[in-house]
């Protein structure tokens, strides 16, 4: 009994350590755990205009990783954000960012040589 169970572990990890499919699936290591500087409740309390800034960029956010379907229209009160957005250097950064990104996953990819 105790050589049966020796051999299937043995068969267990053989198969493990042959595997073609890596265990971690991600391709980039990224911390699991962020860690924040401590806030005082004076410093969460903002005016209208934080506000308004927090809701449509949690609107831009939420559009952007496509759990906001369906919407045709920017809201009216986020116009000018949106548009300060798409006019400054954080879109071209993050136009930059998702080019790299997407380039490295393609580049990751291994096509059959069928066509």
Known sequence: ??????VLLLLGFFSIASAEE????HH???PLILEYP???ATQLKGSD???LQLQCTSWRFVVEVNNLNPWKTIPPECASYVKDYMTSRTYSFDLERVSM???TYVRSL???KDG
Request: aromatic content about 0%; overall charge negative.
């Open 1 to 6: 009994m105790n050589l049966l169970l020796g």
């Open 22 to 25: 890596k265990l971690d699936s």
């Open 28 to 30: 980039h290591r990224r």
């Open 38 to 40: 401590e806030t005082s």
């Open 49 to 51: 205009d934080d506000e």
């Open 101 to 103: 990104e997407a380039g």
């Open 110 to 112: 291994q096509l059959a």
